[in-house]
């Protein structure tokens, strides 16, 4: 008896014990928030913030991101990519110019990118037929409207996309303030959609370089051969008439006269 009060009471703790574990509630996403500095989403900049912001609008414009902001120490765009036929995905960029306090020509820059999801929604419509009878009946006509809702919205933590912008950026700097900073002229990076995409490494087989062909010395050429003169035709000399044979015998009649003509 004992022993199945034991076994019973051992079940009992067990159950307690899975259910208190499930009801126990998870851990928020605000947890994970450190707010430790990494770097990703600010940069400095020896230029002003007027300056700092004037080359983020136009890193923005060259890889055709519409700028929907005028505040010189702020800036803000967005661009649209279409992905699948159902899927549309935008990305709302945003930029914030501060001065650090270093001097006049010192800034940082602060960047965040914010990338919505959307996707084809399809509602059907359905029409009210009157009967007398019956009254009013709803009846499919067979008509829909498409249209695209946000599915997800969330920031873009990427930190190569953010190197990517802050490199693209330092193209678009003065002139002279690259020079004295020793900045290398860089081209102009691509942005692009915020997403690794896994694509085959193929080894890069560099071509032989042909050897260049190097013409040969002139060399003079040698004048043609004289043609021969032209001999003038001859024409061929007549064949001599046929002789009698000499061995043949003479004639042995006379032979008779001709006939004088009739006067």
Do not use: W
């Amino acid at each position: 008896m004992s022993t199945s009060f034991h076994l019973r009471s051992l079940g009992l703790a067990l159950v307690l014990a899975g259910a208190a574990g499930c009801s126990s509630p998870k851990t928020a996403i605000y947890e994970h928030e450190n707010f430790d500095d990494s770097g990703t989403f600010s940069r400095d900049y020896p230029v002003s913030d007027v300056a700092a912001c004037e080359a983020a609008r136009r890193a923005l414009l060259s890889q055709g991101y519409i700028i929907t902001s005028s505040d010189p120490k702020l800036v803000a765009g967005n661009k649209s990519f279409q992905q699948t036929g159902e899927t549309h995905l935008q990305i709302s960029f945003n930029v914030v110019c501060a001065a650090d306090g270093k001097g006049s020509n010192h800034s940082t820059m602060f960047a965040n990118a914010l990338q919505d999801r959307y996707a084809l929604k399809k509602v059907n419509n359905s029409a009210s037929l009157g009967v007398g009878v019956l009254g009013s009946v709803s009846m499919p006509i067979g008509s829909t409207d498409d249209s695209m809702v946000k599915v997800a919205s969330e920031t873009v933590s990427a930190p190569k996309f953010y190197e990517r912008y802050f490199a693209l950026v330092d193209v678009f700097l003065p002139q002279e303030v690259k020079q004295a900073e020793h900045i290398p002229e860089q081209p102009k990076a691509d942005l692009g959609v915020p997403e690794p995409k896994a694509a085959p490494v193929a080894d890069q087989v560099e071509a032989p370089k042909e050897a260049p062909v190097v013409p040969a010395a002139a060399q003079p050429l040698a004048p043609p051969p004289e043609a021969a003169p032209i001999a003038p035709m001859t024409e061929p000399a007549p064949a001599a008439p046929a002789t009698t044979d000499p061995t043949l015998p003479a004639p042995t009649e006379a032979i008779p006269p001709l006939p004088a003509p009739a006067q």
